[in-house]
């Protein structure tokens, strides 16, 4: 009478904890869904405004720098438009000296222009020396302009790189996730089943175990 006893004492707490595994499942497995770590958008959008906040700066200065240029560029134009009628002026002056040393037969007369002369051919040589560093002025600027224009170019191409990078990867994280979830969901499912079946399993044997105690 003791072992049946004892038997149906330890049947009974089989019965108990197959019951409570069978109708409230398995509250660790399903605490397991919580260890999934999900991208939080917050963390996105921070990377994101680095990324155009660094491009930004770098657009700036070079807009910045660009203006500057522009500016230099204008001087230069309206210095080399200055130097040409300079030139024109300077040319018809000798021009005009050449004429009157041809007509004038005063020798003191003549010997003055030939002074005047000299003197317009050296201003007409350091005009022209003028104007050629102008042009090379204007050359050089223009060339910035072009190297700073590509630079902005280049930089506006690699912050959409930059941004498209960023928006690969939380896609990619995203699917990571959504098929971590999906794969979990599944042994989730598989072992919340196993789990079913066992405690059925156990209530059957219980069950039969009591039947063959009550007849013997």
Same mark, same amino acid.
């Given at each position: 009478?003791?072992? $049946?006893?004892?038997?149906?004492?330890?049947?009974?707490?089989?019965?108990?904890?197959?019951? *409570?595994?069978?109708?409230?499942?398995?509250?660790?497995?399903?605490?397991?869904?919580?260890?999934?770590?999900?991208?939080?958008?917050?963390?996105?959008?921070?990377?994101?405004?680095?990324?155009?906040?660094?491009?930004?700066?770098?657009?700036?200065?070079?807009?910045?720098?660009?203006?500057?240029?522009?500016?230099?560029?204008?001087?230069?134009?309206?210095?080399?438009?200055?130097?040409?009628?300079?030139?024109?002026?300077?040319? *018809?002056?000798?021009?005009?000296?050449?004429?009157?040393?041809?007509?004038?037969?005063? *020798?003191?007369?003549?010997?003055? $222009?030939?002074?005047?002369?000299?003197?317009?051919?050296?201003?007409?040589?350091?005009?022209?020396?003028?104007?050629?560093?102008?042009?090379?002025?204007?050359?050089?600027?223009?060339?910035?302009?072009?190297?700073?224009?590509?630079? *902005?170019?280049?930089?506006?191409?690699?912050?959409?790189?930059?941004?498209?990078?960023?928006?690969?990867?939380?896609?990619?994280?995203?699917?990571?996730?959504?098929?971590?979830?999906?794969?979990? $969901?599944?042994?989730?499912?598989?072992?919340?089943?196993?789990?079913?079946?066992?405690?059925?399993?156990?209530?059957?044997?219980?069950?039969?175990?009591?039947?063959?105690?009550?007849?013997?």
């Amino acid at each position: 009478m003791n072992i $049946k006893i004892l038997m149906t004492l330890i049947l009974g707490i089989i019965i108990g904890i197959s019951f *409570t595994k069978l109708f409230t499942g398995n509250n660790k497995e399903e605490n397991l869904t919580a260890t999934v770590k999900v991208l939080k958008p917050s963390v996105l959008q921070k990377t994101t405004a680095n990324v155009e906040f660094y491009f930004e700066q770098k657009i700036d200065s070079l807009n910045t720098n660009n203006k500057l240029l522009n500016k230099k560029l204008g001087g230069s134009r309206a210095a080399l438009e200055m130097a040409k009628n300079k030139n024109i002026v300077l040319q *018809t002056q000798l021009y005009d000296l050449i004429d009157n040393n041809n007509e004038s037969a005063d *020798t003191s007369i003549e010997n003055n $222009k030939d002074d005047v002369f000299q003197d317009k051919i050296i201003q007409l040589i350091n005009e022209n020396n003028y104007k050629d560093s102008l042009y090379e002025n204007i050359d050089s600027t223009v060339t910035a302009q072009v190297r700073n224009k590509d630079s *902005t170019i280049v930089l506006m191409g690699d912050k959409y790189d930059s941004l498209k990078i960023s928006f690969n990867e939380s896609v990619l994280q995203q699917q990571l996730l959504h098929d971590q979830n999906k794969q979990f $969901k599944k042994q989730f499912m598989r072992q919340k089943i196993k789990s079913k079946l066992l405690s059925v399993g156990l209530l059957i044997l219980s069950g039969a175990a009591a039947n063959y105690l009550i007849q013997h």
